[in-house]
C-alpha cells in the first residue's frame, strides 16, 4: 500500500450534513464515530443544538398543512419513490452501516432492502372514516386526523430498518419528521436525507443528529406532536417522563428478555441453527431476540450440544470480510457490559460450553457463548444481556417452563417450539408478551402489529394499530334534524 492509498484510508470522513428544510446543513458541533471492529474514529457528522432542532421544528410545522392535505395515494406514490431509492443505494448504504454498525455487510444489505420492503408492505394498508351510527335521527363518525409534527429517536442496533418504520407511518398517515439517530450510528441515517431530500417535499422529512441532550429536547419540545422512541426500558422512561410535560402521545419499542421454551418432541440438531440465529445474529444486538432458552429434560443436553456445535461455526470479525458470520459489539459501553456480564456468570459458576475464551484486541469483538448451570436469579437470566451470550435452562413440567420464562419486568416477545404446532401454540398463547411465536422468533412483518407488554413498550408499530398511533380519533357526531 502506498502513502498515498494509507492515508486515504485512514482519513476520516466528513462529507456528512443535516438536512432541513430540504438543505444539507452543517453545525457548529460534530459527533466522531467509531468503527466498532477497530476502535477508532473513521468519520464525523455535524452535531445538531437546539438552533437547528428549532428550525428543524418549524420546517415541518411549515410543511404540515400542505403534506396532511395529500391523499393516502399521493403520499404512497411520494413514500415508493423512497422505497425505490433505498433499494437503488443499498450498497453503498450497507457498507456505511457495516462501518459504523459493526454487522456482516450482508446483514447490512438485508437491512436496508427489509426497510424498503417494510415501506412497500405499510403503503398497502388503508382505512377510512368508520361510521358508529347512522340512523334516522343521527350519523356518528369516527375520523383519523394526523397528529402533526412527530419526532423520531432511533437506536444504533438497527439504525435504518428502526427509523424508516416510524417514518413511514408518521409520513403515510400525513404528519411531518424530525429524525434523530443514535450518536453511535448517525451516518447511514444522514446519507438516506441526502439521498430523499428531493423525492419529498421541502420541509416533511428533517435529520438532525446529535447527543442524548438533543433527544431531550426533542422530548420537551412545544412544537413537536408526538415522540417515537425505540431503545433500553431505562430510557424509554426518561423519554416518557419528558414527553409528559406537554402530554405528548408516544410510542416506546423497549428493551427484551425474551424466552423460548423448547418442548421434549423437537431434533435438537434440527431446531439448534434456528434458535442460534434468533439470538445471536446481529451478535445479539436484538430487542426481539432469544436472550433465554428453556429446554425440556429429555433433549436438554442434546440441544446444549447442537447449540454450542452452531457457535463454534459462526465467524467472529471485521463485517467488511465476506467470511464474518458475527461482528462486533457496537460500541465501548455495550461491550465493557457483556464482558462484565460474562465474567459475573463465570463468577456465578455458569459452564461455558461455548465463549469461555474472549479475544482481545482493538475491536469490540465477542465470541458467541453457550452457558449452563445458572439459577433464575443470575444476573444473565434475569436481565437483557444484548449480546452474544445465551443461557440454557433446564425444565421437566411445561407450566413451570411458563412461569420462569413469564418472572420478568420485559414482555417483548417469545416463542415455543414443537413438533406438534397446535400443541405450542396453547403453550405460546399464556407467555406475557406482545409477539408469541410458534416454530419461529423475530417474524415481523408490516401489516402485523410488534410491540411489548409490561416495561417493553406502550404502543404498536406496523399494521393499522401501528399507524393509527400517528393519528388522532376524531369524533363527528351529525345530528340530521335541521335547526
Known amino acids: 500500500m502506498s502513502l498515498a492509498q494509507a492515508a486515504e484510508k485512514n482519513a476520516i470522513r466528513s462529507d456528512f450534513s443535516l438536512l432541513i428544510d430540504g438543505e444539507s446543513v452543517g453545525a457548529a458541533g460534530h459527533l466522531d464515530v467509531i468503527n466498532p471492529a477497530t476502535g477508532e474514529v473513521f468519520a ?285 459489539i457496537q460500541n465501548r459501553m455495550q461491550y465493557d457490559k457483556v464482558r462484565d456480564v460474562i465474567e459475573d456468570t463465570k463468577k456465578a459458576g455458569g459452564q461455558f460450553l461455548a465463549g469461555a475464551e474472549q479475544p482481545r484486541g482493538p475491536g469490540y469483538f465477542v465470541n458467541p457463548a453457550i452457558v449452563t448451570g445458572l439459577e433464575e436469579s443470575n444476573r444473565l437470566v434475569r436481565d437483557e444481556q444484548f449480546g452474544p451470550i445465551v443461557p440454557v435452562l433446564k425444565f421437566s413440567d411445561v407450566n413451570d417452563a411458563l412461569r420462569r420464562a413469564n418472572d420478568t419486568r420485559y414482555g417483548l416477545s417469545g416463542s415455543v417450539w414443537s413438533r406438534d404446532p397446535e400443541r405450542a401454540a396453547a403453550i405460546a398463547a399464556k407467555l406475557e408478551v406482545g409477539t408469541a411465536w410458534v416454530n419461529q422468533h423475530r417474524a415481523t412483518a408490516a401489516n402485523v402489529p410488534f410491540g411489548g407488554a409490561k416495561e417493553s413498550g406502550i404502543g404498536r408499530t406496523y399494521s393499522e394499530l401501528g399507524l393509527k398511533a400517528y393519528m388522532e380519533p376524531r369524533v363527528v357526531s351529525i345530528l340530521k334534524a335541521p335547526v
Open 44 to 328: 464525523r457528522c455535524p452535531a445538531a443544538g437546539k438552533a437547528e432542532l428549532d428550525r428543524a421544528v418549524a420546517a415541518s410545522r411549515r410543511a404540515f398543512s400542505s403534506w396532511s392535505a395529500l391523499s393516502f395515494e399521493d403520499r404512497t406514490t411520494a413514500l415508493q419513490r423512497m422505497a425505490d431509492v433505498l433499494k437503488a443505494n443499498s450498497g453503498m448504504l450497507a457498507e456505511l452501516l457495516t462501518r459504523e454498525q459493526g454487522k456482516p455487510v450482508q446483514q447490512s444489505k438485508d437491512e436496508i432492502n427489509r426497510a424498503a420492503t417494510l415501506t412497500e408492505g405499510m403503503l398497502k394498508i388503508r382505512f377510512a372514516t368508520e361510521t358508529i351510527v347512522d340512523d334516522a335521527e343521527k350519523r356518528i363518525e369516527l375520523r383519523y386526523v394526523p397528529l402533526g409534527v412527530a419526532g423520531i429517536i432511533t437506536p444504533w442496533n438497527a439504525p435504518i430498518n428502526l427509523a424508516i418504520g416510524p417514518l413511514v407511518s408518521a409520513l403515510y398517515t400525513g404528519n411531518t419528521v424530525v429524525l434523530k439517530p443514535s450518536p453511535y450510528t448517525p451516518l447511514s441515517t444522514l446519507k438516506i436525507g441526502e439521498l430523499i431530500r428531493d423525492v419529498l417535499p421541502r420541509g416533511v422529512v428533517n435529520f438532525i443528529a446529535g447527543g442524548d441532550q438533543l433527544g431531550q429536547l426533542m422530548t420537551e419540545h412545544p412544537g413537536i406532536d408526538k415522540i417515537s422512541f425505540t431503545g433500553s426500558v431505562a430510557t424509554g422512561k426518561k423519554v416518557m417522563a419528558s414527553a409528559a410535560g406537554t402530554l405528548k402521545r408516544v410510542t416506546l419499542e423497549l428493551g427484551g428478555n425474551d424466552a423460548a421454551i423448547v418442548l421434549d418432541d423437537v431434533d435438537p440438531k434440527t431446531v439448534a441453527p434456528k434458535l442460534f440465529f434468533a439470538g445471536f445474529v446481529n451478535s445479539g444486538q436484538v430487542c426481539m431476540a432469544i436472550k433465554r432458552i428453556y429446554a425440556h429434560e429429555k433433549i436438554y443436553d442434546a440441544l446444549c450440544e447442537a447449540l454450542a456445535e452452531e457457535a463454534r461455526k459462526w465467524t467472529v470479525g471485521d463485517g467488511l470480510d465476506p467470511s464474518t458470520k458475527l461482528g462486533p
